[in-house]
């Protein structure tokens, strides 16, 4: 029994060693692995391995139309596909100078907006998951439900709609449209506050995501961190206000941003986005404006030779577009500047030093989406 | 900074650069020795402040590898597009500017992997999506795929 005692103990605070997160892990959020190497509990290096469900959208679209294009792009990030699908849609529009009719865009602004509700939603619930808040999974879920029988109805498909295509809708909006999304943004209105009432102020959240993952704005714009999680930090980076499409520039909103740059803050920012986009909506629903749901557009779209950049600001961040044509009816290159994959990269620098369950919250603070990354 | 005097700029750094007409973003394309130096001083120099990699792209025009870089200025506001080619396809190699702008080192390992252009420098130069053993490049032109997954 003596000589057990005596027995040398390696200190696990000396050795490093690694551990696997994922590819199937809750906090993940799909099949993302993150070999961390750690410290006892302290994490000192997060190594991100991608690629378990990249399926070549690039390469893909190097063989399709740029009608078929658009379904593609829905699997990108599928919680904002309406968001994607806007950018291939400008995209094409832009290069072939079409002007799309007004009721297009404003319907297409209130619909991205609605979609950036329900991706945020379903940040919300999950990162409230993450950090062992069940309930929040729970309430957030019940409201995006909402937001899915609106698109259901009106596009006739809960999450992977393709609604747009260039020049204008697949069709008209459905005649309840106007009147679901404003009772939706009654109900909402109503319900967010008891959002703020579980997470926003409880103790217990703000100790472990204050002071956690705090990111400069310097860093932010050299990792190229955009959409709210850059705006935590300071960094005015929102596409639909410094390059306006669609009718935001007809809308008067707020960019959100904050100084703190922690994990605190970007759940802020996220959660007043949401409460700017409702009053986006609240601004558009009733003016929108008689007229075709789409412009005449030819069935075989070909973009003249040359290179084209379209961004959007999607629930995530930037996306951006790149193409290059040839002149024929498929593109030459498409290269899709996904805001997931570029956010993914700053995770091992905020990381480091903080411990292992704050990678957990710091993870679900940048709102990653893996087959955004992947693509 | 307007355009005129951008290009004014560039051509003082890189004289052999060449503007190409009647593009988005003021487009050039840099020969691939001069290129580091020059994103080096787009970064570093007070009034062009390129802080913001945006896009970083791998090319295949069909002759000829390449990288498309998109850069930006968050606080002045301009925007540039710079290209580099090779018509190496054995060993196409460029500097990296993953040191400049963070955002790159992912972007650069991406296009290693689905085109073979290395950077010279870089931090992790592995894999990003396939696997390490994965024979050839997929994104290129003249990739043909045993198994007949991507041709549709």
């Known amino acids: 029994m003596k000589e057990i005692i005596n027995l040398p103990v390696h200190s696990i605070e000396e ?87 007004e009721r297009v865009k404003y319907i297409r602004t209130i619909i991205d907006e ?101 990111m400069s704005k310097e860093d932010a714009i050299n990792y190229g961190v955009s959409g709210p999680s850059g705006r935590a930090s300071g960094w005015s980076c929102d596409i639909r206000k410094k390059y306006p499409y669609g009718v935001y520039d007809k809308a008067e909103f707020n960019e959100i941003l904050r100084t703190d740059g922690d994990t605190y803050g970007r759940y802020m920012v996220r959660m007043d986005e949401m409460r700017e986009s409702m009053k986006i909506i609240e601004q558009l629903i009733d003016n929108i404006p008689e007229g075709d749901y789409t412009a005449k557009m030819k069935p075989i779209i070909k973009l003249p030779a040359g290179e084209y950049y379209q961004r959007v600001e999607s629930a995530r961040g930037e996306l951006g577009i790149y193409c290059i044509s040839d002149g024929n009816k498929t593109p030459v290159r498409m290269k899709f500047r996904t805001p997931s994959f570029v956010n993914l990269g700053v995770l091992d620098k905020l990381s480091r030093d903080m411990k292992i369950a704050d990678l957990v919250a710091i993870g679900a603070s940048l709102d990653l989406v893996i087959p955004d990354i992947d693509r | 900074m307007e355009a005129e005097k951008l290009k004014g700029k560039i051509l003082e750094i890189v004289p052999e650069a060449q503007q190409e007409e009647n593009k988005q973003f003021p487009t050039f394309l840099i020969p691939s020795g001069k290129f580091k130096h020059l994103a080096t001083l787009l970064k570093e120099e007070k009034e062009l402040d390129f802080d913001y990699l945006f896009c970083l792209t791998g090319v295949d025009w069909g002759t000829e590898l390449g990288v498309v870089y998109h850069l930006t200025s968050t606080s002045l506001n301009h925007t540039v597009e710079l290209k580099v080619k090779t018509e190496n396809r054995e060993t196409p190699e460029f500097d990296t500017v993953a040191d400049l702008w963070k955002t790159a080192e992912f972007f650069e390992r991406e296009v290693w992997d689905l085109f073979g252009i290395r950077f010279a420098g870089h931090p992790d130069m592995r894999r990003i999506f396939l696997e390490e053993d994965w024979v050839g490049f997929p994104m290129r032109k003249d990739y043909t795929d045993e198994v007949n997954i991507v041709e549709l």
């Open chain 1, 114 to 214: 609605l979609n950036r509700i329900a991706s945020h939603q379903l940040w919300w619930c999950s990162f409230g998951m993450d950090l062992g808040g069940l309930t929040c999974f729970f309430y957030g879920l019940r409201d995006r439900e909402h937001i899915l029988d609106i698109f259901e109805e009106s596009f006739g498909s809960r999450l992977l709609h393709s609604y747009y295509t260039p020049g204008g809708l697949m069709q008209d909006i459905h005649p309840n449209f106007q009147k679901r999304t404003k009772d939706f943004i009654k109900y909402f209105r109503k319900k967010i506050k008891d959002y703020d009432k579980l997470l926003s102020g409880n103790v217990i959240f703000e100790n472990r995501s204050q002071g956690i993952g705090v």
């Open chain 1, 15 to 101: 050795e490093e060693y690694h551990i696997n997160m994922g590819p199937q892990h809750p906090s993940t959020h799909g099949v993302l692995r993150l070999v961390v190497t750690l410290q006892g509990e302290t994490v000192k290096k997060v190594q991100p391995h991608c690629g378990y469900i990249h399926r070549g959208i690039e390469k893909m679209c190097e063989k399709d139309t740029y009608q078929q294009i658009i379904h593609l792009t829905d699997r990108m990030d599928y919680l904002s596909a309406h968001i994607n699908n806007h950018a291939v849609c400008l995209l094409v529009e832009g290069a072939l100078e079409v002007e799309v009719p």
